[in-house]
């Protein structure tokens, strides 16, 4: 294997809208990038003008998949079909299992402000996408933050760093990395990742070099090529998130909030969720 993971792809994002008119840009989930297996989407939202994100998500399906919502500023209520209700604020993070299938909203809990974030969604195999559906939920003081000599910390969402830092996620269908990573000016961060995984990095504040010397600006992300080692020099003082999982190598069918392995399994989440059947 190389020594280092090298940038296999580089994804500028579209601007996009979702929701009620959340503004929004979207990096996994274009025709630029479908998927990502197993990752089938990544948005990155962040304005601080109400009207690009006050209408918010009102209720809304999911079957098959994974939806995780990670907020870097401001305060998002979710409610869903099972019973929870809660906020995430500043540096918390939501990883929904949908599973057979969930009603929720994505609310701004604010008026005004900074809101920015990601939401990612992860598939699940086919042997659990009608299982029962769970969420995960974490408030930033909750999240380990593994801290190095040279400046760099990492905040471990999920998975777990050389250095032994294990994340708070319990998934074992596609055994995700998610770390939040920060870089003073002229760092480097190195760490590994596992060969069997597809992994990006998502720059949202900065300029780094992945690897050999490929640049990455603000806004990009790098589809990763396989390493011994993940090395990223900061240019300036960056931020970005760095995201790993098993591929699962099965068909996927999706439409909208769906997301299954056949057209017929597709076609029947529709049909559920028109008779109200698609939550127990
Ligand atoms: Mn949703």
Not at 245 to 260: D, Q
Request: hydrophobic letters at 35%; charged letters at 20%.
């Amino acid at each position: 294997m190389p020594e280092f993971c090298q940038i296999s792809r580089l994804i500028r994002g579209q601007a996009t809208a979702d929701g009620d008119g959340v503004k929004l840009t979207r990096i996994i989930g274009t025709h630029q990038l479908l998927e990502l297996d197993p990752f089938l989407l990544l948005d990155h939202f962040g304005s601080d003008e109400a009207s690009d994100y006050i209408g918010g998500f009102p209720p809304h399906p999911h079957r098959g998949f994974e939806t995780v919502t990670y907020m870097l500023k401001g305060k998002m209520r979710h409610q869903d079909s099972v019973g929870n209700n809660g906020v995430i604020e500043d540096g918390g993070v939501q990883w929904m299992t949908a599973g057979s299938g969930i009603i929720h909203s994505e609310m701004p809990e604010q008026t005004e402000g900074l809101l920015s974030g990601f939401q990612l969604w992860v598939n699940l195999p086919a042997s659990a996408k009608m299982t029962a559906p769970k969420y995960q939920e974490f408030k930033h003081e909750d999240i380990p933050v593994e801290h190095s000599e040279n400046g760099v910390s990492i905040k471990v969402i999920a998975g777990s760093t050389s250095q032994g830092t294990t994340g708070v996620i319990d998934n074992d269908y596609v055994s995700p990395n998610y770390w939040d990573v920060h870089l003073p000016a002229d760092s480097t961060l190195l760490e590994s990742i596992p060969e069997s995984h597809h992994a990006f990095v998502y720059v949202y504040q900065g300029a780094v070099i992945v690897g050999d010397g490929g640049e990455l600006l603000s806004n990009e992300l790098a589809v990763l090529s396989p390493g011994k080692q993940l090395k990223i020099q900061a240019k300036s003082g960056s931020r970005l998130i760095v995201v790993s999982g098993r591929p699962l190598k099965e068909p996927i069918k999706r439409a909208g909030p769906f997301v299954m392995n056949t057209q017929d399994e597709l076609q029947q989440a529709f049909a559920d969720y028109q008779t109200g059947t698609l939550i127990k």
